[in-house]
Every structure is written in C-alpha cells, then in structure tokens.
C-alpha cells in the first residue's frame, strides 16, 4: 500500500468534483484509489480547485472534507460555499 511505502510531506490534489456532503471526489475509481492513498500518506493534504469543481459529486469520493487542511481556488465561490467550507475546518486560500 502507498500509505506503508512513502512518506508524503504536502501532496496537492485536484479533485472532479467538491461538494459540502460528499467531500472531494473523481470520475475514475483507479484515480480516486491512488488520491485516497496519497491522503492517507500525507502529513499535510492540500486541494487545488477552481469554483466550477463546487458543487460537482463524481462517482468516487477520495477525501472528505476533515481529511483536508487548505484548499486553494479562485475568487470566484459564493459567500455560502466559502462560508460552508470554512466552516468544515478548511483553510481557503483564492489566489
């Protein structure tokens, strides 16, 4: 398993899909697999996502939204969606 074999410092991921109930997700199975062991590996777990990923539920959820520490997007979420991640514990940082 990836979590047994490597030590991960900060990977950043880039999720399909991002939603309040579900978390952060992927069209892909295998991809989701690979995201979710790197997120059990990893000391610090950062997203990176543009708004157009909220809102959006993929087939497979690789992390939940506790799993993360600082999320990375643009300026363009709603008040509520930025409000409702903050809330969940996220740092949100726009760029």
């Known amino acids: 398993m990836l979590s047994e074999r ?8 880039e999720p399909m899909g991002i939603s309040i109930e579900r ?12 995201k979710r062991a790197m997120v059990a ?3 610090r ?12 539920e993929e087939f497979v959820r ?13 300026d363009g979420l709603t008040k509520g969606d930025l409000m409702s991640l903050v809330g969940a514990g996220l740092q949100v940082v726009t760029a």
């Open 6 to 13: 490597f030590a991960l410092t900060q990977p950043s991921l």
């Open 23 to 34: 978390g952060f997700t992927a069209a892909d199975p295998a991809e989701a697999a690979v």
């Open 41 to 43: 590996a990893a000391k």
């Open 45 to 56: 777990v950062v997203v990176v996502a543009d708004h157009t990923k909220f809102g959006d």
């Open 62 to 74: 690789f992390a939940s939204l506790t799993d993360v520490e600082q999320l990375i997007t643009d």
